[in-house]
């Protein structure tokens, strides 16, 4: 199972990115797909999932400002992100788990400048 994410880059605080997650090598459309980020010197931390039936759970730090999608045909999830802040710096990893198994994405930098 292979996970490419991109779609980071650097934006001013009030704007917006749109990440994208495309999977390779299972049955993406079963799959609860995830986004999680990793500020420096901080933990990794879930900013939200969707799971196969498209339920969605957000971070409280991200509610009505990130929209997290699929599209099983293109195997591919999505994270929608608006009215950015610096705070939200940090890099984006896409996560799923086959048979109990975690798979990551490589990782797409987020910069929100002030």
């Known amino acids: 199972v292979q996970l490419q994410e991109s779609g980071g880059g650097l934006v001013q605080a009030g704007g917006s990115l749109r990440l994208s997650c495309q999977t390779f090598g299972s049955i993406f459309s079963i799959n609860r797909m995830g986004w999680y980020r990793q500020a420096p010197g901080k933990q990794r931390e879930l900013v939200a999932f969707i799971s196969s039936g498209d339920i969605t759970n957000y971070a409280d730090s991200v509610k009505g400002r990130f929209t997290i999608s699929r599209d099983n045909a293109k195997n591919t999830v999505y994270l929608q992100m608006n009215s950015l802040k610096p705070e939200d710096t940090a890099v984006y990893y896409c996560?799923?788990?086959?048979?109990?198994?975690?798979?990551w994405g490589q990782g797409t930098q987020v910069t929100v400048s002030s």
């Open positions: 996560h799923t788990s086959v048979r109990f198994v975690d798979y």
